[in-house]
């Protein structure tokens, strides 16, 4: 049963044109959302978090919405460039076992010049 | 080094033969996590270790599967009597507790 869902599993975007990126997920304990980034033969590399208490997390180019009631957030970069070409992770956590990161199945973003 | 250190980077084994997989930690970074990838998959959870609490082996897929860690020290992952299903990118995360996890490189397994 997977908790923390990535529905698509490819986007391709314009340069310059924003990128979205959706999660789904089902378990109403978790409380903090992270995004993660992953190039081929390297290991995921933290990108930006959003607790609970927040709706929105902006650092720079990249910016995560979360609609708790929806359980859904997403990643929005913009303006996207050929560099952000990877697959993000989506993942979550809280509750009894608040340490241990639930992730998607990631989502491979092509970002054509 | 600056980051989370994996080795082997790659590692090829014959079905049956036991392989063990090594995480160097970061200094400071008191919980580490064993995770895999297998192709098309997701990030699974495999074991979790927390300073010199027991550790949380609940998503070791089988008895085939242990790791040990001494205190805040290099972890080794350890599969006894490999299978092709084992086949994966074996990922080592480090942490301070709460807050993100930072990953190494991994270590590309292949059973044959």
């Known amino acids: 049963d997977q908790q923390v869902k990535q529905n698509s599993p490819s986007l391709s975007v314009q340069e310059g044109r924003i990128s979205i990126l959706n999660c789904d997920y089902t378990?109403?304990?978790?409380?903090?959302f992270l995004w993660y980034k992953k190039y081929p033969a390297e290991g995921p590399t933290f990108l930006i978090s959003i607790s609970s208490i927040k709706d929105k997390n902006e650092d720079g180019r990249f910016t995560v919405f979360l609609n708790k009631s929806a359980k859904h957030l997403s990643l929005h970069i913009v303006p996207s460039q050929p560099g952000d070409s990877a697959v993000y992770f989506c993942?979550?956590?809280?509750?009894?076992?608040?340490?241990?990161?639930?992730f998607g199945k990631g989502t491979k973003l092509s970002v054509i010049p | 080094g600056a980051g989370v250190s994996q080795s082997p980077s790659n590692k090829v084994t014959e079905k049956g033969k036991d392989v063990e997989l090594r995480c160097d930690p970061i200094s400071g970074h008191t919980a580490l996590y064993w995770y895999r990838q297998r192709l098309g998959q997701g990030l699974e959870f495999l074991i979790y270790f927390q300073g010199n609490s027991a550790p949380d082996k609940s998503g070791l897929p089988s008895d085939r599967f242990s790791a040990e860690r001494t205190g805040e020290s290099v972890s080794t992952l350890t599969i006894q009597r490999t299978q092709q299903e084992d086949s994966a990118v074996y990922l080592c995360?480090?942490?301070?507790?709460?807050?993100?996890?930072?990953f190494g490189q991994g270590t590309r397994l292949t059973v044959v």
């Open positions: 993942a979550a956590s809280g509750g009894a076992g608040s340490y241990q990161l639930t």
């Open positions: 378990n109403s304990m978790f409380d903090y």
């Open positions: 995360a480090e942490s301070r507790v709460d807050t993100e996890a930072f």
